[in-house]
């Protein structure tokens, strides 16, 4: 009898289960005789939670992957140069031929281009070839037991045992990446349950190996978080000397509201008039000396896949090369120095101190990081981009001599 159990219904068991005072101290058995005692509890299956668990060990891997803290984070160019490199084109024109009848039937069944679903299957695996080799219920066991993110990892392990439970797949042929991710286009086992599909009519939601099984469940993501047919992810802008930049990020308004305010297409001309009522957002990914983009409910879906900026980008920019459209037109300002993580976070606490919240000391240059240094940027009177550069490190650090 398959089980009809919700994804919600798999985190709020995970989320209800009582902290431990003595996490650290526990060991890996222990946590897994805790793990199988608190699911059967709430209803699961004790034979099949064993059998899930059987033999697993931590993997330091997985341990050093999630722990590994860069010092310097990377620039959002050199991450779109792999994505959209000529390599990672050429390969996605192969496959979208050799995948065409699935694509069309999808884009005109879903309304999601071929090109997007393609790119994101290129980005999270290169077409299928490298899908990860990390036995996902030891490294999602691995998470469990380190504990900083337990209720999220054991949510998966049971969305897991539901899989099999299902019948949808057998324990030994759940490998994935080491944060647990599956697939051609890297599903999450809570994802699965939620928007996996069988695209080739066997009767099977095989996302490993039927890449129409992998496309069309992420055409169908897509499509059930808001994707618009017709509608562009973004468009290139140019800016008037005079924009309120301090509009960026935050601020949606209708591309007619952003016209008047000074925002054209980069090509020149005007506007579209059926653009004109469409909600976007102003993205500056290097401040107000990279390309600027103008971009609309799309990106978001982009985003709910995988919630990052550059990928986001990397994904629109990649379908378009796909379908052979020009890319950015503005250069990227790539002789910036990036900052490094001290770095960023000496730029919080200084602006923390002039009293603009970045919403964390973690040396990572976020939306609310930008948000504070936009304000700091418009109360100073410079050009409000909120860009986290050396220059405006220099700037906090002599205002804070100043002070």
């Known amino acids: 009898m398959r089980l009809q159990i919700s994804v919600w219904a798999l985190l709020l068991l995970a989320w209800s289960f009582p902290a431990r005072s003595d996490d650290d101290a526990q060991t890996f058995a222990a946590w897994k005789i805790s793990f199988v005692e608190r699911s059967v509890s709430a209803g699961r299956d004790e034979v099949g939670l064993n059998r899930l668990l059987d033999g697993i060990t ?34 996605g024109k192969k496959a979208l031929q050799s ?4 694509l069309d039937q999808l884009e005109q069944t879903t309304g999601v281009p071929a090109e997007v679903i393609t790119a994101i299957w290129g980005l999270e695996s290169a077409y299928g070839k490298i899908q990860g080799n990390f036995d996902v219920v030891r490294a999602l066991a691995t998470l469990a037991h380190d504990g900083r993110r337990r209720a999220w990892a054991e949510g998966e392990l049971l969305a897991l045992l539901t899989m099999i439970e299902n019948g949808d797949a057998r324990r030994e042929d759940l490998k994935g990446a080491w944060a647990g991710a599956m697939g051609q286009t890297q599903f999450m086992p809570t994802t699965f349950l939620q928007y996996a599909i069988d695209g080739d009519g066997d009767g099977k939601k095989d996302i490993w190996n039927s890449t129409p099984d992998a496309l069309a469940s992420t055409a169908n993501y897509l499509l059930r978080h808001g994707w618009k047919a017709q509608e ?3 468009e290139e802008v140019s800016l008037v000397e005079a924009f309120p930049y301090e509009l960026a990020d935050d601020t949606v308004l209708s591309i007619g509201s952003w016209a008047v305010r ?14 004109l009522g469409t909600a976007a957002r102003l993205l500056l990914p290097a401040g107000a000396h990279g390309p600027k983009i103008l971009v609309g409910g799309n990106f978001r879906v982009f985003k709910r896949y995988n919630n990052s900026t550059a990928y986001a980008l ?16 503005a250069k990227w300002p790539t002789d910036l120095v990036t900052l490094s993580r001290p770095q960023i976070q000496q730029m919080q606490e200084l602006l923390k101190e002039k009293g603009h919240d970045p919403g964390g000391v973690d040396g990572l240059a976020g939306p609310n990081t930008r948000r504070a240094l936009r304000a700091y940027q418009l109360q100073i ?3 409000p981009d ?4 050396l220059q405006m ?3 906090l650090r002599v205002n804070q001599t100043q002070d």
Do not use: C, M
């Not at 140069?81 to 050429?90: K, M, P, T």
């Not at 994904?315 to 378009?320: E, I, M, N, Q, T």
């Open 58 to 91: 931590p993997d330091e891997t997985v341990l050093e992957r999630d722990r590994f803290q860069p010092e310097f984070t990377r620039p959002i160019w050199e991450y779109l140069q792999g994505a959209v490199s000529e390599l990672r084109v050429s390969g």
């Open 99 to 102: 995948q065409k009848k699935v």
């Open 232 to 234: 562009s992810w973004g």
């Open 386 to 389: 909120g860009f986290a550069s």
């Open 381 to 383: 009177g410079l050009l």
């Open 393 to 395: 490190l220099q700037n």
């Open 314 to 329: 990397g994904v629109g920019l990649l379908a378009r090369a796909l379908d052979d459209k020009a890319g950015l037109i």
């Open 262 to 275: 000074g925002a054209s297409p980069i090509h020149g001309g005007h506007w579209p008039e059926t653009e």
